[in-house]
């Protein structure tokens, strides 16, 4: 499903002319397969947010290769790696990123409002999409009338709604107090069991990384596979 090789990556930083260059990504190689949720560990500023970039076609890589269901990402023009995306990849942040202005019903509506669904199609999808994240009581209310728990439920149904084959998710549990975080990493664990849905999880949360089936450890740009310390 998803085949990572060799990528690397390297900033340049500082006045031109008196760049320093800082190899963030050094030879990774990594292969998801359909049906598994796939962690990777790292501390701030290993490289974990580089890496979801790439591979989300948001940045190019300066050398190596992504490949989504064969699909070689970095040769695809800005518009087409737009339209991959929102095809394969659904987006679950830390920070939500709900729009404030929109209802819960109205966020998980808008990526299909994009793709130029019909109201009627749109309707019945999204509230299908809220039964299986448990979000019905809610569908009317405003972001910032909803817990944070709520908050990334909406922010993973609008994720879902689409029918993406894979899942990006970058510290999804970040936001939220341990009971929530449970409650969150339950859910991905559900829909990826009941749905077959695939995960790539970046975080620096050992918690979190235990929900996978493998987990690597990015460290000095290199990635290092990972043993599950305990179980959840
Ligand atoms: N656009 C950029 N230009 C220059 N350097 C960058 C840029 N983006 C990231 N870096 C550097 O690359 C390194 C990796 O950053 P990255 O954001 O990928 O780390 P991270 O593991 O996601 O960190 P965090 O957990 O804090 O989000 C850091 O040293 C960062 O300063």
Same mark, same amino acid.
């Not at 490949?67 to 929102?86: H, I, P, W």
């Given at each position: 499903?998803?085949?990572?090789? /060799?990528?690397?990556? =390297?900033?340049?930083?500082?006045?031109? *002319?008196?760049?320093?260059?800082?190899?963030?990504?050094?030879?990774?190689?990594? $292969?998801?397969?359909?049906?598994?949720?796939?962690?990777? &560990?790292?501390? %701030? *500023?290993?490289?974990? %947010?580089?890496?979801? /970039?790439?591979?989300?076609?948001?940045?190019?890589?300066?050398?190596?290769?992504?490949?989504?269901?064969?699909?070689?990402?970095?040769?695809?023009?800005?518009?087409?790696?737009?339209?991959?995306?929102?095809?394969?990849?659904?987006?679950?942040?830390?920070?939500?990123?709900?729009?404030?202005?929109?209802?819960?019903?109205?966020?998980?509506?808008?990526? &299909?409002?994009?793709?130029?669904?019909?109201?009627?199609?749109?309707?019945?999808?999204?509230?299908?999409?809220?039964?299986?994240?448990?979000?019905?009581?809610?569908?009317?209310? +405003?972001?910032?009338? &909803?817990?944070?728990?709520?908050?990334?439920? !909406? %922010?993973?149904?609008?994720?879902?709604?689409?029918?993406?084959?894979?899942? &990006?998710?970058?510290?999804?549990?970040?936001?939220?107090? %341990?009971?929530?975080?449970?409650?969150?990493?339950?859910?991905?664990?559900?829909? /990826?069991?009941?749905?077959?849905? =695939?995960?790539?999880?970046?975080?620096?949360?050992? $918690? !979190?990384? /235990? !929900?996978?089936?493998?987990? +690597?450890?990015?460290?000095?740009?290199?990635?290092?596979?990972?043993?599950?310390?305990?179980?959840?």
């Amino acid at each position: 499903m998803i085949n990572i090789e /060799n990528l690397e990556h =390297t900033f340049a930083i500082g006045k031109k *002319g008196e760049e320093r260059r800082i190899p963030v990504l050094k030879g990774i190689t990594l $292969e998801v397969k359909q049906g598994e949720i796939v962690a990777i &560990l790292g501390r %701030s *500023g290993s490289g974990k %947010s580089t890496l979801l /970039n790439i591979l989300a076609g948001f940045m190019a890589p300066e050398s190596g290769s992504v490949k989504v269901n064969g699909q070689e990402t970095s040769a695809l023009t800005e518009a087409d790696s737009a339209a991959f995306r929102l095809a394969n990849f659904g987006f679950i942040f830390q920070n939500f990123q709900l729009m404030p202005g929109l209802t819960a019903f109205e966020n998980v509506e808008l990526p &299909l409002k994009i793709k130029g669904l019909s109201s009627r199609e749109r309707t019945v999808r999204v509230e299908e999409m809220m039964r299986k994240v448990g979000l019905t009581e809610v569908a009317e209310h +405003y972001p910032n009338e &909803l817990s944070g728990g709520q908050q990334q439920r !909406v %922010s993973i149904a609008r994720a879902l709604v689409t029918n993406p084959p894979v899942l &990006l998710a970058d510290e999804p549990t970040g936001s939220l107090d %341990s009971e929530t975080e449970q409650e969150i990493l339950q859910l991905i664990q559900a829909l /990826n069991s009941t749905l077959g849905l =695939t995960f790539v999880i970046i975080t620096h949360d050992e $918690e !979190v990384a /235990n !929900v996978a089936h493998r987990q +690597y450890r990015l460290h000095d740009g290199e990635l290092v596979k990972g043993e599950k310390r305990h179980a959840v």
